[in-house]
């Protein structure tokens, strides 16, 4: 509940950030945009891969397994020799793709900007302002699992908001779409240097002595390592599937811009309920998997997927249902015309049916690392990557940027299939019956509010018409009747949700309960 509070709270300012984004740059109508999407999206890419669990899912089981073992003074020399490496070898990353900059925007972040002038040139600038945001988030994820190792969740859930502030604040006063993109890169690179300095400030106060020292590769660092990379890959599958989608959009003008505001809404569910879960659930699962507990690691993820999906299947629903009610709703003003609108409705409603497969993925690699299993997840990963990269292609070639959508929703559902299969295989996990049974009735209920939700946008002009004269700040009839229905859906959904039988109230009581 922690997580998600928070991370709801750093949603709502990044949809700000990117309402700003969007007014002042565009999409299709202007090169500062895609520009500026492809600069955050490379060092973004890592961000995900480092921030958002991958390397925790490695540091937070060894850390909290030396602190029971061997004490805290010990841990922490483990924690302050992987800070080192990490900040050394992200360091060096940073400068070797600061200096090749113009090969790699022009023959792997973005080919297809070679076809429009000055736009390489603008996105080489733009990405050397924000690639220095990597090692900072190195560090920002490193300290973020030394706090979630000793139960502290409020600081590395709250630094993110952190990015939407510094992006906001500098944004709103450029004139032109080009200014916009500098200093929208600006603010992502303040922000990078403020979240590590917050975390910095946080590790100190919790009590733990990480220092700053020489890298060294110890026997301990090592197997870290081993464990970190081929974790970080698995945990990374549909991040590297969304940095593939980029490459290949970025042959058709404002396509980037497209996907970087759908990634915006199909990616809250895995921020606000994914990740949130499956953060708070790894050092429970490793806990368990320590002791040999096995039944209370079964009902752990038994509870994680029930819920996650409970939380998940209607944002699904939404997006699916109601695309473009949502897309013209919520986005299309200023630069951003109804081209651009229609354009992203569609692809939205593709990523849509991905949206339960995102959330489960960081549910079932969860497993995997509660048992120091990284090779296994790695591997299922790199699979669902090159049936991405196949279908992208593909796909692409039939519906354009429908089709990448497409592509990287059926990678998801592959990568979670695969790994369900090998857990079960193994004896690790399968959901219960119970579990089968509340999913089921899960599934009925969003259902139902999808059906809800594609009546309202089918009578859409119906819903707008009485708000036609009303004003509400800078609300008009279109922001006014998207908010009403998706207010009027938060109602409706938990009566649906108990009605069915999915969750019930002391079920959720107890999920929320900190203990």
Same mark, same amino acid.
């Given at each position: 509940?922690?997580i998600?509070?928070f ?5 709502i300012?990044?949809f700000?950030?990117?309402l700003?984004?969007s007014?002042f740059?565009?999409?299709?109508a202007s090169?500062?945009?895609?520009a500026f999407?492809?600069?955050?999206a490379?060092p973004?890419?890592?961000r995900r891969?480092?921030?958002?669990g991958?390397?925790?899912?490695a540091?937070v089981p ?5 602190i029971?073992?061997?004490? #805290?003074e010990?841990a922490?020399?483990l924690a +302050?020799d992987?800070? =080192?490496?990490? *900040?050394? !070898? /992200?360091?060096a990353?940073?400068?070797?793709a600061?200096l090749?900059?113009?090969?790699l925007?022009?023959?792997?972040i973005?080919p297809g900007?070679?076809?429009?002038p ?7 600038v ?7 945001y ?6 920002y994820?490193h300290l973020s699992g030394?706090l979630?190792a000793?139960g502290?969740f409020?600081l590395?859930?709250?630094a ?6 510094w992006?906001?604040a500098v944004?709103?006063?450029?004139k032109?779409?080009?200014?916009a ?7 992502i ?9 917050l975390?910095w400030?946080?590790?100190?106060r919790?009590?733990a002595?990480?220092d700053?020292?020489?890298p060294?590769?110890?026997? #301990?660092?090592n197997?870290?390592?081993?464990? +970190?990379?081929?974790? =970080?890959i698995? *945990?990374? !599958? /549909?991040?590297?599937?969304i940095f593939?989608?980029?490459i290949?959009?970025?042959h ?8 970087a505001v759908?990634d915006r809404?199909y990616?809250?569910?895995?921020g606000?309920v ?9 050092p ?6 320590q002791?040999g507990d096995e ?7 038994d509870q994680a ?12 629903a ?5 695309p473009?009610f ?6 299309r003003?200023?630069e ?5 609108a229609?354009?992203?409705a569609?692809?939205l409603q593709q990523y849509?049916?991905?949206v ?5 993925a960081?549910i079932t ?9 990284t ?8 699979a669902s990557?090159?049936?991405?990269i196949v279908l ?5 070639d039939l519906?354009g ?7 990287t929703?059926?990678a998801?559902?592959?990568n ?10 193994r ?6 019956p119970?579990a ?7 599934l ?5 509010l999808?059906l809800l939700?594609a009546?309202?946008?089918?009578w859409?002009p119906?819903i707008?018409?009485p708000?036609?004269d009303?004003?509400f700040g800078?609300?008009h ?5 998207i908010l009403g229905?998706?207010a009027?859906?938060a ?7 108990f009605a069915?039988?999915g ?5 959720l009581?107890?999920?929320?309960r900190?203990r």
């Amino acid at each position: 509940m922690l997580i998600s509070s928070f991370t709801l709270v750093s949603r709502i300012l990044g949809f700000g950030r990117d309402l700003a984004v969007s007014y002042f740059m565009g999409a299709s109508a202007s090169i500062a945009a895609d520009a500026f999407n492809a600069a955050f999206a490379f060092p973004n890419l890592f961000r995900r891969i480092f921030a958002e669990g991958a390397f925790a899912s490695a540091f937070v089981p060894a850390y909290a397994r030396s602190i029971e073992r061997d004490g #805290e003074e010990t841990a922490d020399v483990l924690a +302050a020799d992987a800070m =080192a490496v990490l *900040a050394a !070898a /992200t360091l060096a990353l940073t400068v070797i793709a600061e200096l090749a900059m113009p090969w790699l925007v022009r023959y792997l972040i973005a080919p297809g900007f070679a076809a429009t002038p000055g736009k390489v040139r603008l996105a080489v600038v733009l990405t050397q302002i924000t690639m220095p945001y990597l090692p900072c988030m190195a560090i920002y994820a490193h300290l973020s699992g030394v706090l979630n190792a000793r139960g502290r969740f409020i600081l590395s859930s709250a630094a993110p908001i952190l990015l939407n502030l510094w992006t906001l604040a500098v944004v709103l006063p450029a004139k032109s779409p080009t200014l916009a993109a500098y200093y929208a890169s600006a603010g992502i690179l303040a922000a990078g240097v403020s979240q590590a300095a917050l975390l910095w400030w946080g590790v100190r106060r919790s009590g733990a002595r990480v220092d700053v020292r020489r890298p060294r590769l110890t026997p #301990e660092i090592n197997k870290l390592i081993g464990l +970190a990379v081929p974790g =970080a890959i698995a *945990a990374s !599958a /549909t991040q590297i599937n969304i940095f593939i989608s980029g490459i290949l959009v970025s042959h058709q003008n404002g396509a980037r811009s497209w996907l970087a505001v759908c990634d915006r809404l199909y990616q809250l569910p895995q921020g606000l309920v994914g990740v949130a879960v499956g953060v708070a659930l790894l050092p429970r699962l490793s806990r368990s998997v320590q002791a040999g507990d096995e039944p209370e690691a079964r009902r752990a993820l038994d509870q994680a997927v029930t819920f996650c999906m409970a939380l998940t299947m209607p944002a699904a629903a939404a997006l699916v249902s109601m695309p473009f009610f949502i897309i013209d709703g919520l986005y299309r003003r200023g630069e951003f015309k109804l081209v651009d609108a229609h354009a992203t409705a569609a692809a939205l409603q593709q990523y849509g049916w991905g949206v339960p497969a995102f959330v489960l993925a960081q549910i079932t690699s969860r497993a995997f690392f509660a048992q120091q299993d990284t090779q296994t997840p790695m591997r299922i990963a790199l699979a669902s990557v090159g049936v991405n990269i196949v279908l992208s292609v593909a796909l692409f070639d039939l519906w354009g940027v429908v089709g990448i959508a497409a592509a990287t929703s059926a990678a998801a559902w592959l990568n979670v299939a695969l790994m369900a299969v090998t857990l079960a295989r193994r004896g690790v996990y399968a959901p219960s019956p119970a579990a089968w049974s509340r999913l089921v009735r899960v599934l009925a209920a969003s259902v139902s509010l999808g059906l809800l939700l594609a009546a309202a946008s089918h009578w859409r002009p119906l819903i707008e018409a009485p708000l036609r004269d009303v004003r509400f700040g800078p609300l008009h009839a279109k922001e006014l009747a998207i908010l009403g229905v998706s207010a009027a859906a938060a109602a409706v959904y938990p009566a649906l949700l108990f009605a069915s039988g999915g969750l019930t109230l002391a079920e959720l009581r107890m999920a929320l309960r900190r203990r």
